[in-house]
């Protein structure tokens, strides 16, 4: 089997309403999908949730050469090769090797963005080839696993403590766990959302906070001290960007929250230090923005070699593939409460994977599963 053709699908639309994370706000849903043709007629869908998209559909268009011919089930190797593409390298210079000579690299973030759609498509067509779901493909008979719905994303002007009532809803739908955005206002004013939530939820949901690292080291000290007393599952992104390790290190030993981390890391490598580190207790990573489903694997076996727990960050009709894979070394696959938050997903995507009492059921379809409704892809198309 060769792949035959690589098309890319970039597609957006409005939100409903502008809503707000501490870091930024949300007015449009993007969504690029990557479909890789072959020769043996399986076609392999990827998705690609981060951009800007026109730098990541220009780089998969500049990627496509080097796939056309090649083994599909080759995805290690493809991946390694496609990587190479990021660094120096003898020969590399004006693409002598045959290659595309070195990436700038003020484009390795949307590089590896580009990298994960094709490798998730890689991996949706050995699923199709062996006849097998992806999960089983790995070994794995868990058809399915533990899910929380995340909302309370701010709303300009709207009433800060909306969230209990949204939170509720979501457990009224089933959910066991929830997970609340966070770290916008003042720690006072986010103790009383947390408080208002944690009422409203009762005392048995688990309850997790996605800060959107808003803090430095002793804020964050500070403010998880106080929140301590909601009984919080774990503390996600909670410190600045630009912090390392190290930091995220010296505010484990300082709280009894866990701490999450990682979807906002390119690869591997520095997931592997968080992990290193001692400092979380759950791993995030998200192949649909870097690096695809390949890398979070080799991610997924160093964190459960080090007593971390998976627990992929959003677009569970995928990542749930990952967690049921790992079994017990597993937390969560994360869904999205409100499904406004996730129209494109909607709209075009039907099998694959159904929502029930706090799971993600994952179907016996080849592959990922997913029907895709080319003619809403095409009406999306941005």
Known sequence: MKITDLRVHPMAMPFERVVWTAHEPFRRAELILVEIRTDAGIVGVGEISTGPQ????????????????????????????????????PGGLGGWDGLPPPLPRNQRPQ????LA?????????AGKA??????????STRTDVFTYAVGGFYVEGGDKFACAGELAGYVARGFKAVKLKCGALSIEDELARIAAVRKAI?????????????HDV????????????FDIVWLEEPLHWHLQPADFARLAAAIDIPLAHGEREWHGQT???????????????DCTRYAGFSEAM?????????????????????????????????????????????????????????????????????????EVDWRQVAALKS
């Open 130 to 139: 062996a006849a097998q779901p992806v999960f089983r493909l790995l070994g």
């Open 218 to 229: 002793e804020t964050s000290i500070r403010f998880a001290r106080e929140a301590a007393r």
């Open 117 to 125: 759609g094709i490798d998730i498509a890689l991996w949706d067509i």
């Open 298 to 370: 080799r991610i997924g076996r160093h964190a459960t070699a080090k007593g971390v727990l998976v627990a992929p960050h959003s677009a569970a009709h995928i990542q749930a593939h990952i967690a049921s894979a790992f079994g017990d070394g597993a937390h969560s696959a994360e869904s999205v409460g409100d499904p406004r938050l996730h129209p494109i997903h909607h709209r075009i995507y039907s099998g694959g994977a159904a929502y029930r009492a706090g799971r993600v059921h994952l179907t016996e379809a080849p592959g990922f599963g997913l």
């Open 111 to 114: 590089f590896m963005a580009a």
């Open 54 to 89: 026109p730098v990541v559909c220009k780089l998969l268009e500049e990627l496509r050469p080097l796939l056309l011919g090649r083994d599909p089930a080759a995805i290690d190797e493809s991946w390694r090769m496609l990587f190479s593409v990021t660094v120096p390298r």
């Open 271 to 285: 997931v592997g230090a968080f992990i290193d580190s001692g400092a979380i207790r759950y791993v995030q990573f």
């Open 202 to 214: 009762g005392p048995d949901i688990d309850l997790m906070l996605d800060m959107n690292a808003p």
